[in-house]
């Protein structure tokens, strides 16, 4: 089914491989004529176990006067015979998976393609290719959210003609002219030639199978090993000319090279624990994922990167100089710590800034000064440091107030600077980033920049430089300045040297002195964290994940959880055989795609404990979904079922009994009569409401993930994903809480405040309740799930309103289960919340089982507008949070139509949970 702009429905099915409509005048046109009236008449269209979109499909068809490319009277095009083929090529050199796009349905169209058929394959095909084109152009997921320090977002895809172009000249030319929508700047291109690499290696067998050496392997010196060493070298792209079993000259210069470009210790001889070993142990099949990664992050950037520009590795922590597209300079960076990380963005330098001042950030001040403080109140006299009230700017001396007992309040209440100089934390330059070069002196919201440094010896640490609060130190700032200051009069070399802070005592010199550059001579800025790119010698490199990027990128993108089904069909049973099993009573809405019931029995989860760590871990015990039509008995074991039907969820167990069949009547909501002028009516869950609410934490209490598979719809809401749709709402990953120590690891050096309390809420959850601290619900129909992970940090997931069917006209209705929901009209102005009869819920233990107060011992930008009220509540009101810390463990949303009370709490404390990244 589809969401009609007019009073039209098409449906699609892969058993009977047919494209039916509802209108007879459709069926008599020609191609050309139905496919304008499918695509312009009909925002979705539902193809077998596919639903997609039609808007992307109109856009290129009118690049074409609405012929067909793939059929012709009923038959395949050679377009169409050569779409698997192009499909295939495209996907294999720029690591896609080809089954997100050659489905085995479309394949099925193929082979059985009739004139009943031809159109169904026609526009499945077409959603194929221009999915394909979005992919290469833009990426596959919304960077954002890979993690809450990447400041790229998806782009709209918009390059319709380019599409219609690959299908307008030869069947053989579709590919290549495709493939020109793909990023065509030198990291990418770079990246695709180590891709090829790894593939023909693997073609040809693999890596040669390694043995590490237990003692050193000495130059001139006769190995066994060496053979196979001399093997995975070439294997790696380098050429040797000689042979045998002998550590000759030839072979350690290239080791050594390899160690060098890779941040190891470099020796003539291959010592047992060289670096090189690391690098050369890891799977083929690991550095393939790891190398399609990084061409996912990739295609995050524009397509065309600036010829002059600078770009910073922050996971090699290296910074190249372009000019006319040549690396003019490249040096070694410090950037920030895997809790304090360097954001990925993009942004501009229009300045330079000489004897900068700093200003601590309120997260350094709190997290790392105010700990010294405490200890010394001299401390901040040592570091060359002075404070400021924030209220009048007047000099305060900090010997003089009681750091320990109001530390926190003092911090917030005052600024904290330290003196120019070689001895401030910056350095002697700073070169702000702009996010905008039309707006030249506005910095960056995350007040990241570029700098020097009062501690060069860092620089020289091979490997790890990730030691800063998340600004970049550059190791050859002062040069970087000459540099951009070139066309600048004035600003020659011996001038900036006299221009800077020597350190002697009583000299002279002007402090923040800033210089604009011209126009012309702005500088883009891409800080990016590669795991995999070329080195000066043109070779591979493969580095650490240090800010798991990567990681993140395989399970959002590329598990192969995110595209199976998680349940399965059972039609098997006739209606009036079944003695025992659940029969749903309903009629689905025409804007309801799939239209299935799904029934999951669960007991309940088992606890156990991590033998290493002594953290518990969770077994939950549930069956394989189930999936059934509607008005139909449904033979089911008994037992305890999590139902639910088009996003919708029965709020509690099914109890299916041994010689009964349960029924459920699902719910109607249909479309009021002030929304008459609406087009495009959304019903979506509303997690405002705590009967939502607690739906969620049933689910994953007992499940441990969605109950179905979720899509971002272009209308920017969750809608059931199809065949070729990836799960935009996967598993949170729990597996850190049980893996690590938690009450060992020390707070900011090795977890944050909010991960620790995420992983204490989980590891000691014993009812579904226990699980509202991981969720914060808001009342336009989002919410937002924390989940802890490597390397300690919390990794947000936004979870955008559940739709129950597609946007609908305002004549039509949905079925659902007895729940809170919202609809919504097509501007958004109308808004009402449609709550069902038949309210009941039928949950377990709904009680919380444990306290968990909210510590102090970090806080950050986030933190600091948090309020506490120490005092009694009466009233059952604490402001306007949604999670709550109280000291007999309080919960409850803000919304008085759920009528919660607080009247037991002796303290009430908001916790935040808007992960934005923290300096």
């Known amino acids: 089914m589809l969401l009609p702009k007019l009073p039209q429905t098409i449906v699609s099915t892969f058993l009977s491989l047919a494209l039916a409509s509802q209108s007879v005048t459709a069926q008599s046109m020609d191609a050309s004529g139905e496919i304008q009236n499918i695509t312009a008449n009909n925002l979705f269209i539902r193809a077998g176990s596919s639903l997609f979109e039609t808007d992307d499909l109109e856009k290129v068809y009118e ?81 954002s959210t890979i993690d809450n320090d990447v400041r790229f977002n998806k782009r709209i895809f918009n390059d319709h ?91 350690s210069d290239i080791i050594q090279e390899i160690q060098a470009e890779h941040g190891y210790e470099v020796n003539a001889d291959l010592k047992s624990d060289s670096g090189f070993w690391n690098i050369m142990m890891v799977p083929l099949d690991q550095r393939i994922t790891q ?9 995050w950037l524009p397509k065309q990167l600036e010829s002059n520009m600078i770009f910073v590795n922050t996971n090699a922590t290296e910074v190249r100089v372009f ?60 570091v060359r440091m002075k404070m400021y009230s924030r209220k009048d700017k007047t000099l305060v001396d900090p010997t003089t107030l009681d750091w320990n007992r109001d530390g926190h309040g003092i911090a917030r209440r005052h600024v904290f600077v330290m003196d120019p100089g070689p001895k401030n934390a910056l350095g002697t330059f700073k070169f702000p980033l702009v996010p905008d070069p039309t707006k030249p002196t506005v910095s960056n919201t995350d007040d990241i920049f570029m700098h020097y440094t009062d501690d060069p010896e860092f620089f020289k640490r091979p490997l790890a430089r990730h030691l800063s609060s998340g600004c970049i130190r550059l190791e050859q700032a002062q040069w970087l300045a000459g540099y951009l200051l070139k066309n600048v009069p004035g600003y020659d070399e011996a001038s900036i040297q006299s221009l800077i802070a020597k350190g002697i005592p009583g000299e002279v010199f002007q402090t923040d002195k800033s210089v604009m550059l011209p126009e012309s001579d702005y500088r883009a800025v891409y800080t990016v964290p590669l795991t995999v790119e070329k080195t000066k010698s043109g070779h591979a490199r493969f580095m650490k994940d240090a800010y798991l990027h990567d990681r993140r990128i395989v399970a959002a993108v590329m598990a192969a959880n995110l595209r199976q ?79 639910a039907f088009e996003n919708t969820i029965h709020p509690g167990f099914v109890d299916v009994i041994e010689g009964r069949v349960a029924t459920i009547q699902l719910q109607k909501i249909s479309i009021p009569p002030s929304f008459a002028q609406d087009k495009a009516v959304k019903i979506y869950r509303d997690f405002s409401s705590q ?10 209490f007992y499940y441990g993930k969605n109950i179905f598979r979720q899509a971002v719809r272009k209308f920017g809401d969750f809608y059931l994903a199809g065949m070729t749709d990836i799960d935009a709402a996967p598993q949170a990953n729990f597996s850190y809480c049980s893996e690590n120590r938690i009450d060992q690891l020390r707070l900011v050096s090795n977890i944050r405040e909010h991960a620790k309390f995420v992983c204490e809420s989980f590891n000691r959850a014993r009812t579904m309740m226990d699980y509202a601290d991981l969720y914060k619900f808001a009342n336009n129909g989002t919410f937002q799930e924390a989940a802890a992970d490597y390397p300690g940090d919390i990794i947000p997931k936004r979870h955008y309103r559940y739709l129950v069917g597609t946007p609908m006209m305002a004549t039509d209705f949905v079925a659902v289960m007895p729940g809170v929901y919202r609809i919504e009209g097509e501007t958004g102005r109308q808004n009402m919340r449609a709550t069902t009869t038949a309210l009941t819920e039928t949950y377990g233990d709904l009680t919380r089982t444990f306290g968990n107060s909210k510590s102090h011992g970090e806080v950050d930008d986030i933190d600091l ?6 005092g009694a509540i009466s009233t059952g009101r604490c402001g306007e949070a949604s999670v709550w810390r109280t000291e007999k463990r309080s919960y409850c949303t803000h919304d008085g139509l759920d009528g919660c009370s607080r009247a037991l709490a002796q303290q009430c404390e908001e916790m935040k949970l808007d992960l934005r990244f923290r300096k």
């Open 291 to 299: 190398t399609e990664a990084t061409l996912e992050k990739l295609r």
């Open 565 to 643: 089904s998680r349940k399965s069909k059972n039609e098997s049973i006739a209606s009036t055989s079944v003695t025992t099993g659940l029969k749903v009573i309903g009629q689905a809405g025409s804007t309801q795609q799939f239209a299935e019931v799904v029934a999951i029995r669960c007991d309940e989860p088992r606890f156990g404990v991590n033998p290493r760590t002594q953290m518990r871990t969770i077994n939950r015990l549930c069956d394989q979904p189930v999936t059934f039509s509607l008005n139909r008995n449904q033979s089911l074991p008994a037992g305890k079922y999590i139902v």
């Open 865 to 870: 507008e948090t309020t506490v009220d120490s």
């Open 63 to 143: 690049q074409r006067n609405n012929l067909p490319i793939w059929t012709s009277n009923g038959k395949a095009s050679p377009f169409a015979l050569n779409l698997k083929a192009a499909i295939s090529k495209l996907t294999l050199k720029h690591g896609l998976i080809a089954s997100d796009y050659w489905t085995s349905e479309l394949e099925g169209y193929l082979v059985h393609l009739s004139p009943q058929s031809a159109m169904a394959f026609e526009l499945a095909a077409t959603h194929a290719w221009v999915t394909l084109a979005s992919h290469l152009s833009d990426g596959r997921v919304d960077p």
């Open 323 to 382: 000019e006319n597209n040549q690396i003019v300079n490249q040096f070694r960076s410090i950037n920030g710590r895997v809790l304090r990380r360097t954001p990925m963005m993009k942004t501009w330098i229009t300045r330079v800034i000489f004897n900068p001042r700093w200003t601590a950030t309120d997260s350094i001040v709190l997290q790392d000064k105010l700990p010294a403080i405490q200890k010394n109140p001299r401390y901040l006299e040592t």
């Open 161 to 251: 003609l380019v599409v219609a172009q690959s299908v307008a000249g030869t069947p053989g030319m579709m590919a290549d002219i495709l493939e020109t929508l793909a990023p065509q700047h030198r990291y990418y291109k770079d990246t695709l030639e180590i891709l090829a690499h790894l593939q023909f290696t693997k073609s040809n067998g693999g890596y040669t199978v390694l043995r590490k050496s237990t003692n050193t392997i000495k130059l001139g010196q006769k190995n066994a090993l060496v053979p196979a060493i001399r093997e995975r070298v070439q294997q790696y792209g380098y050429n040797l000319v000689g042979v045998g079993d002998t550590y000759d000259q030839e072979l």
């Open 691 to 700: 009967v939502e609410q607690k739906k969620v934490l049933f689910e994953k």
